[in-house]
């Protein structure tokens, strides 16, 4: 089996060998410059720490930060770095007051500020576990903007817990290939480090859409098994002509990567016949002259393709990526794309900033490495007061799902903008006051609307005035960069307070009106109050954080209404005073009469989604700040997690069902259901007859294939526990159908 067919195979995400410290060790005393006594030292109180600890893969927990140690040894970086991968857990994960004082002690300030910034915020509690991924993500960049060890460890750390991910729970799965894809893999893209970069976006696509991911993979595996010698065949004919001009060189192959292929695919919406770098070459050469020779014999051996040239030596992309691209056509008709790059731009387009980042003598980094910290300085500016995990992390997703454009400033300096982006979002990038001054743009030395489409090579000059109002919450639509964004709504908050309140009570009042015209003023302030309290604001920044754009109205619609339905439809309710029984409205509100609560009443209350109880299951009540209570299953994993917490133990009450419910909440639960069957072209249709002979209100379903096997998730509603074992009983006798399990057990 060849390389290349090994790769497509792609076999389950595990350590491809066991972490060694006396491997690592030897590694780094054949290349030299390391300090092993410290070395060796940080990974003997490493061991020390975590003895008796274990993985979840049933491992010694020192695995992990053995291998983590192994990845940055990979990235060529220095002895205190390597300590900080050994000791990066230490103060999270083990017990210990004044761990961090230790690490201080015995390896030094740098080691222990580079733990710290690697080290998770475990001992603040917060409101949600997006303020909590926020504030996390917030101190990581605060250190990461002192010292870029600490991102590189970072990603280190999430590389090998990515390979090992198998071994967490389905839901955790998903929610760390999630953060992974979105803040991790773009970071990576940023510093240039395309090895981890790939890797995690490969790793996260498996677990995100595994479907998805087969089917690109059999895809792929076709195409390369009917052209299999193609890539071969064109390495030799480069090769040939090469030696023929004398040039040093060397050279490799690749098939385009699979998640690659996916977002062409599925993002894009192209074919793979609309895919014309599939196959790609890659020439290694001594010299930046050497790769321009080479691009001409290629293009002399070889029909170019109009519009797939591009020049990243003259013009780097910001992560400092230099690179020759060329797309050509091969004999046999098939395109195919050559990179053509040098030994330091290949080992920057590998390593990234990880390649320029020397520590030696206490020197500071690199003005080029500086210089691209501050974007991440910008960053932490502008979104040092949101609180939305969406828009704290644009910046970082920018670069990497969206194409590049490269302009100049009328002095000749290359600016990168996201493709399809405007002479604001040039503005913005120059410098805040350009754009908040910005009255006109020009283009080629031609004057363009604010909302024309930037190319690629054109020359750009802003137009200012001292006179100028500043942006227009216009622009807000109008410009693609999440930099020019963050910038124009700091400028809404800071400065146009009175007005983002004004545009605030308007955004809510029409929300509002969408639920009901029959409020008061006074029940419209009583609803803001509650909602605004519910996020820990004041009613008047609530206001003028919508209005500047730091918070959507789309986000609070449930909040506005779950208000709304309290305050406001009681007293309608009362005021109609129908002279017949109305029939009982059965939604999912009515379900609060079902449970009884210890000490409590006329409390809402609300069935949790993680586990789903139902009449008949033993349950719990949680006091929520602001949403009522949440009912759960006494076995539920977050109840039992939430019991062990001292701080929380207060909030939990004795709830139980009600022991003649009326009929109206009858089929009113709802429950989750895993339908494991072998796979058949009518298997869905067979559970949806069965569903409906049972009078089974069914919510959902969603499939997953895995060769001949089918996994169905079935969401459906139900009135007790005793009806929705009837109901399993009754799928299990379905042909296909293996077994049938209950989510959320």
Not at 224 to 244: H, I, P
């Amino acid at each position: 089996m060849t390389d290349m067919e090994e790769k497509l195979q792609s076999p389950p995400p595990q350590p491809q060998s066991t972490p060694n410290i006396d491997a690592l060790l030897a590694r780094l005393s054949q290349t030299g410059g390391y300090d092993l006594e410290k070395v060796k030292k940080a990974y003997d109180v490493a061991e020390e720490y975590h003895r008796g600890q274990m993985r979840r893969s049933g491992e010694p927990y020192i695995i992990h930060p053995i291998a983590v140690a192994e990845i940055v040894a990979d990235l060529q970086l220095d002895t205190d770095s390597i300590c900080a991968a050994f000791l990066h857990d230490v103060v999270e994960d083990c017990p210990g007051d004044d761990n961090l004082a230790m690490i201080r002690r015995e390896f030094g300030r740098d080691v222990a500020e580079i733990v710290d910034g690697v080290t998770k915020l475990v001992h603040i509690p917060f409101e949600t576990k997006q303020e909590e991924s926020i504030e996390n993500l917030r101190k990581m960049f605060l250190a990461m903007s002192k010292d870029l060890r600490v991102i590189f460890i970072k990603l280190a750390d999430r590389l090998h817990n990515m390979r090992t991910l198998n071994y967490r729970s389905e839901e955790k799965q998903r929610s760390i290939a999630l953060e992974t894809m979105h803040v991790y893999a773009p970071l990576a893209h940023r510093l240039g480090i395309q090895k981890i970069k790939a890797e995690l976006e490969q790793l996260a696509l498996r677990y995100l859409d595994p479907v998805g991911y087969e089917e690109v993979r059999r895809d792929i595996e076709k195409r390369y098994g009917e052209n299999k010698d193609f890539l071969q065949n064109a390495q030799n004919k480069v090769a040939e002509r090469l030696d023929s001009y004398g040039i040093h060189y060397t050279i490799e192959g690749r098939v385009k990567s699979i998640y690659s292929m996916y977002r062409k695919i599925y993002n894009q919406s192209k074919s793979f016949d609309e895919i014309y770098d599939f196959y790609a070459i890659r020439v290694i050469v001594d010299t930046e002259l050497d790769c321009y020779a080479a691009l001409g014999v290629i293009h002399e051996q070889f029909n170019s393709m109009p519009g797939r040239f591009k020049d990243y030596i003259s013009t780097p992309k910001p992560n400092l990526y230099r690179s020759l691209h060329t797309t050509v056509i091969g004999r046999e008709g098939i395109p195919f794309e050559v990179q053509i790059r040098t030994w330091e731009m290949h080992r920057d387009a590998e390593y990234g900033l990880a390649a320029h980042w020397k520590y030696k003598s206490g020197e500071q980094a690199s003005e080029v490495v500086d210089r691209k910290l501050q974007w991440i300085r910008t960053l932490l500016e502008t979104e040092k007061d949101g609180d939305d995990l969406d828009e704290f992390v644009r910046p970082l997703k920018i670069d990497l799902f969206e194409d590049e454009t490269f302009v100049f400033t009328p002095k000749g300096d290359v600016v990168s903008l996201p493709n399809g982006a405007t002479p604001i979002d040039f503005a913005y990038a120059i410098h805040s006051a350009v754009g908040n001054k910005m009255v006109g743009a020009k283009v080629n030395g031609n004057i363009v609307p604010i909302d024309y489409k930037l190319q690629t090579g054109q020359i750009v000059e802003v137009l200012t005035s001292a006179a100028s109002k500043g942006p227009s919450r216009d622009w807000l639509k109008i410009v693609r960069s999440g930099e020019a964004r963050n910038k124009i709504r700091q400028y809404f908050k800071r400065e146009m307070r009175q007005e983002n309140i004004q545009v605030g009570k308007t955004e809510i009042d029409r929300e509002l009106r969408r639920f009901g015209r029959n409020y008061t003023e006074a029940q419209k302030e009583e609803i803001v109050h509650n909602v605004a309290a519910r996020m820990s604001l004041e009613v008047e920044d609530f206001y003028n954080n919508i209005g500047y754009g730091g918070l959507s109205v789309s986000k609070l619609t449930s909040k506005l209404r779950d208000e709304f339905t309290r305050v406001v439809k009681p007293n309608e309710a009362a005021a109609k005073q129908p002279e017949k029984a109305v029939r009982p409205d059965r939604k999912a509100e009515d379900r609060s009469q079902s449970v009884i609560l210890d000490g409590l009443e006329g409390c809402d209350v609300k069935f949790a989604k993680c586990c789903n109880p139902l009449p008949g299951d033993p349950i719990i009540g949680f006091i929520t700040k602001g949403f009522g209570v949440s009912i759960h299953k006494y076995d539920c994993p977050n109840a039992v997690a939430g019991l062990r917490k001292p701080e929380d133990k207060d909030r939990w009450i004795v709830a139980s069902w009600a022991q003649k419910p009326d009929r109206q909440y009858y089929g009113n639960f709802e429950a989750v259901l895993h339908i494991y069957a072998k796979y058949s072209p009518k298997i869905i249709a067979d559970v949806t007859v069965c569903l409906a002979d049972l009078k089974v209100a069914l919510n959902s379903v969603t499939t997953r294939e895995n060769g001949d096997s089918m996994l169905l998730i079935v969401g459906l509603k139900c009135s007790s526990i005793e009806h929705l074992k009837n109901i399993i009983g009754s799928l299990k006798k379905l042909p296909d159908v293996r077994d049938v399990t209950r989510a959320g057990r």
